[in-house]
Structures are given as structure tokens and as C-alpha cells.
């Protein structure tokens, strides 16, 4: 699927009929399902179930994850608490996701698409 298609089609996810579970017990939407299948990208879910191993990130109640796609394919990750307060960036050496960014909402034990919130 081309970027461009991706991004309208994300736009469709404004709520969701289902949850599915990581194997860790993190909850995900439709919308989340529908773009880490669709970029081949369930690494997004494992990264933000690992971070909930994190005291400091593991108490907020809403936790904001931003991912940036640079053009040499390095990226950055941004995890912050909704204020804009940032609490870890952490640099990716690698990766083919394709979209130039991505933000994803984790509250609730579910993480969403800021359209399904």
C-alpha cells in the first residue's frame, strides 16, 4: 500500500469495534492493527509494551508516542505524557516504516490512533 493511501485510509479509524491483545496484555484498536499490518510494523507494539517496563513511563495515565522517519531511514521515538512533557527519546538506526511520522496514544492499558481516541 503507498503512503498516501495509508495515511486516507487511517483517517477512516475514528473509534473501533474490537481490541486485540498483545501477547503481553497491551490492548490495541482497529486502527493500530490496521497500520502495523499494513506497514509491517508490530514492532511499534512491542516497543510500547517494553517502555510500560519503565517506572517513570509506566505511572502516566496517558502516554503520547511519536515516531519520526528521517530520509536516511534512521529514526527517532518521542515519548511524552500529553503535556508535551518529554520523558525518553530514544534513536532507531533502522527502519523501512513508511510514513514520515506516526503518533500513537497509550491509556488505559490500549493504545490507539488519535482519531479513535
Do not use: C
Amino acid at each position: 500500500m503507498d503512503t498516501l493511501t495509508l495515511q486516507e485510509e487511517l483517517e477512516y479509524y475514528t473509534g473501533t469495534e474490537n481490541y486485540y491483545q498483545h501477547i503481553l496484555g497491551i490492548n490495541y484498536t482497529d486502527g493500530v492493527r490496521f497500520l502495523v499490518n499494513n506497514t509491517e510494523s508490530h514492532w511499534l507494539i512491542d516497543l510500547i509494551t517494553s517502555y510500560q517496563a519503565i517506572k517513570e513511563i509506566r505511572q502516566l495515565d496517558f502516554q503520547v508516542y511519536k515516531l519520526i522517519v528521517n530520509k536516511d531511514k534512521t529514526a527517532q521515538i518521542e515519548v511524552s505524557d500529553g503535556n508535551y512533557n518529554v520523558i525518553r527519546t530514544e534513536e532507531i538506526s533502522y527502519t523501512d516504516f513508511p510514513l514520515d511520522e506516526i503518533t500513537l496514544w497509550y491509556t488505559g492499558g490500549v493504545i490507539v490512533l488519535p482519531s479513535e481516541y
